[in-house]
Structures are given as structure tokens and as C-alpha cells.
């Protein structure tokens, strides 16, 4: 065991000393105090134990002088008045003081008191009460030694019932501080064991050797009962302390949310004012340089100055792209962006998208593919949304897909209902540790971004929240040099049905489809309302 405690100690000395535990101001406090107080206890716990010892105390404040009255006249039976009136007195003042006393420090304020000094002052009281009580097994002795009769061996079974009385009732005030309690009951202990053997007779000596091994009986009761009071206080000090930390982490959490809403107000102010700041000149650039590259007022006369027109122009609008994207985000992220829903097919929207892409897909030499399921039924959705959905993924695959790649846009039904779009490129791929980064606001892959265009990273995130806005999906599967392939999905919510016509009773007489009323050549459109009930979607085509 030595050795081991030995080399415990070298290999702490061979730490750096960087790494060596350092003990804390509020450990080297703590154990200061636990050395002022005597005792390997928390100073607070034994303070604790200190105020629900004085709390017991004045909770009942009649109990013992109750009680002490009661053998005051019982001890009339053998004892002269004038002794039984001097033990009732001192026993009286004695309680007198400790109540005093108790009352005293409970209304001290934690910082006045001290632990040690408090308690040794109770148990010095405790023993002056214990005294008095212990002259109750000696008055009347002599009286009781001269005379042999039932009333002599009456009052000493009294006296004995006396101390377990005495015993018990000490047990349940002064357990939280054992040394209060051994204090006030060894004296009487001893007493009633004194007379009991000055008797001489056998009876008395098993009577006597009871006392003493009921007092120690009592004396582990009552450690037991200090254990569970130090136990309860422990375990509300811990309650305290979650409460105080839940309570300081709750402040730290309102003050960052706070700060958090300041900052997204003080965000969306200054995107507020770029907007129209940056948009103002962007303009006027754009827009002259257009002129300046047509010559519209006139040949410039230098071809490098048309180049160099056709560059500012194409820089410009690069740049107002950027500013409308992080516009776009900053509105879906405050909750502001509306959705304009109309009937629609997913399908025209890819086929949009795919001509708008095709002349830089040709360019850089790609191949588009499209897939598209037959018969879909029209969608209730924001056309806008969609197509800039689908035109984010298409420039996506654009960017990342190296020269003679392959671009697929597939459009199809889900297998509860709802539509998909999917693009797949043959792109470089994601890493799988870097998907969380690519789907974060300017986050782009280190792969992608050696070998890819030039971009902001705003691309997925617009479209991850543009889709989560109409209730759908976003799903992005990668595989390092195999590609990359990104589904979107719209719920079955959002798909039109058409239904049967409402006719009146009767009308199925009418054999002529011109006497049709207008509604029966036309079906109606339904889609699964999301709150559970059907909601009637205007028709294909209808003025809105």
C-alpha cells in the first residue's frame, strides 16, 4: 500500500507543473475553516445542524419544564419539599438560559456566528442542565435507603423510567449535535446507575447495568438520527446549488438571447441599408457599362475598352446576385419571407430551369438529363420559390461538375403522395464530415472549393429553407470523387387532385354535353388540407 502511495506521489511530481492540480481559494478557505471549527464537515453543514438543534429546542419550549414539573411531584413520595423545590428551580433556570440561548442564535446572522465557539457553549449549558437533572436520582436517598417497602422499590423503578424518559426525549432535540446529547444525559446516566448499585441488591445491579446499556443504545440512535439530519442538509445544500446554477445559466441564456435578438435587429438594419445603398450605384454601373458596350451613343473605338465594359458589367451583376441571396436568407431566417402559392407543375419548373442553364452547361461541355415521371398532377406552391429552388441546385452541379460530366434532374412521386425534384452530378462529391459545414450559411467543401466556380455558399442553405417553409423536406447524399445528389420533397399536402363533379339530382338525365352545367365539364382541384379536412384549391388556370 506505501509503495503504491509512492509512486502515486513521483509520477504527480513528474507532471508539469502546468498540468499539477492546483487547489483553489475556495478549498484552501474551506479547509481553514474546517480546522478553526474542529471538525472534517463543511463549516455550513455544521452550522446547519447548529440551527435545527435551536429549532427543536424552541419548538417545544414547555416540554421539558413539563415534564420536570411531573417528576418535581412524584419525587414528593420520598424527597423532602425542600429539595424536590431546590431541583425544580436550578432545572428551570437551566432551561430558562438554553432557550435564551437558542433564540439568541437564531437570530444571528450567518457571519456572526461562530461554529465552534457556539457549540462548545451549548454543551457547556447542556451539561449544567444534565447535572440538574442527574440530582433527581439523589434527593431522598438517604430516606429511601432506611426504608424497605413497596413504596421504596416504586420509586426506584420510577427514577429508572425517569432516565429513559429523560434519554428519549434528549434523543429527539439534541441528535444533530451528539455531543450536546452526551452532555446532557451521562450525568443523569450515572447518577441513576449509582443509586441503583448503592443498593446492593441483585435486582438493582441488572436494573443498574440496563440504565448503562439503554444510554448507549440510545447514544447510536442518536448518531444514526445526526447521519440522516447531515444527509438531508447535504442533500438540499446540492438542491441549492442545482438551483443556483440553473438559475445563473438561465440569466446567461436570457442575456444571449438578448444580445442575440440585438444583433439580428441590428443584421437586419444594416442588410436594410446596404440593400439600397449597394443597389443605387450597382445600377447605374450595370447600366452604363451596357451602354458603353453597345455603343449606344456612339463607337468607344477601342476594342479593349468594350472588354473591359462587358467585364464591369458582368462583375456587377455577379455582385447584385450575391446581395439578392444573402437578402433572400436574412428574410427567411427573420421569418419574413411570404409565399405567393399557385397551381403549378414541378416539371415546368425543372424544364425552365434546365433551358435557362443549358447555354453555360454546353459551354463548359456537360450533359443534362432529364427524368421526369408521367402524368404528375399539378402542386399548390410559390413558382418563384420552386424555380429558384431548382436553379440553385442546377448552379450547384454547374460549378462542382468537371468538364464532359453528367447533370440528371428527376421529378417523380414519393411513396406517401407527395413530389420530389432530385439533382445528381458527377461532381468531386462531400466529404462526410464536411456536409454539416456545406449546409451552413457560406460554407462551402474543401474539395469543392479548390476545383468549383467561384460562389458564396449561400445556395443550400436559401434552398433547405425555402423547402422547410412550404412543409417539405431536404436531403443531401454525397460520396468523396462519385458526386453529389440533392432531393427536395413537397408533402402530399401540397398535390392536386381532381375529383368527381358535384351534379344536381338529375342531371345525369341530361344526355347532351352542352346542357352540362359548366362545372361538370370542368373538375375541380383538391388537395389534402394539412390541418386534416379537404380545402378546395382554386382550378388550373383560374383568375386568382
Known sequence: MGDNVDSEAKAERRKPRTQRPRRTDDDLKAYRERLTHGTTRKPEFDYELMTMFARNETSAPLAMPALCFIFYIASMFWATFLEATTWIAIVSIGKVYMLDQCRRLLTLPRSEVNVGQWRRHFIRIEFFNGIALAGFALIGFDELQNAATPATFSSHVFIFATLMVVLAIRMTFASTLPHVFLAGTIPMTLAVAARLFAIGDPFYYALASMAVGIHVFFVYLARGLQSTALAMVEYRAEKDSLISELEEATAISDEARRRAEAANKAKSRFLATMSHELRTPLNAIMGFSEVMEKELLGPVGNDSYREYARNIYSSGNH?????????????????????????????????????????????????IVEEFADDLPQIWADPRALRQICLNLLSN????????????????????????????????????????????????????HES??????????????????????????????????????????????????????GMERHRDPDMAPRNARQPRLRAASPYGSDYPYPAAGSAR
Do not use: W
Open 319 to 367: 455582385l447584385l446576385h450575391i446581395i439578392n441571396e444573402i437578402l433572400d436568407l436574412s428574410r427567411i431566417e427573420a421569418g419574413r419571407y411570404e409565399l405567393h402559392e399557385d397551381t403549378i407543375r414541378l416539371t415546368d419548373i425543372a424544364e425552365d430551369c434546365e433551358r435557362l442553364v443549358k447555354i453555360r452547361a454546353d459551354a463548359k461541355g456537360l450533359h
Open 397 to 448: 452541379a454547374l460549378k462542382f461538375t468537371p468538364a464532359g460530366g453528367r447533370i440528371s434532374i428527376v421529378v417523380g412521386h414519393t411513396m406517401d403522395g407527395g413530389q420530389y425534384l432530385t439533382v445528381r452530378d458527377t461532381g468531386p462529391g462531400i466529404p462526410e464530415d464536411e456536409i454539416p459545414r456545406v449546409l451552413q450559411a457560406f460554407g462551402q467543401g474543401s474539395l469543392a
Open 452 to 505: 468549383a466556380e467561384g460562389g458564396t455558399g449561400l445556395g443550400l442553405p436559401i434552398v433547405q429553407n425555402l423547402i422547410q417553409l412550404h412543409g417539405g423536406s431536404f436531403d443531401l447524399k454525397s460520396e468523396l470523387r462519385k458526386g453529389t445528389e440533392v432531393t427536395v420533397t413537397l408533402p402530399r399536402q401540397r398535390v392536386l387532385h381532381a375529383v368527381a363533379p358535384l351534379q344536381p339530382l
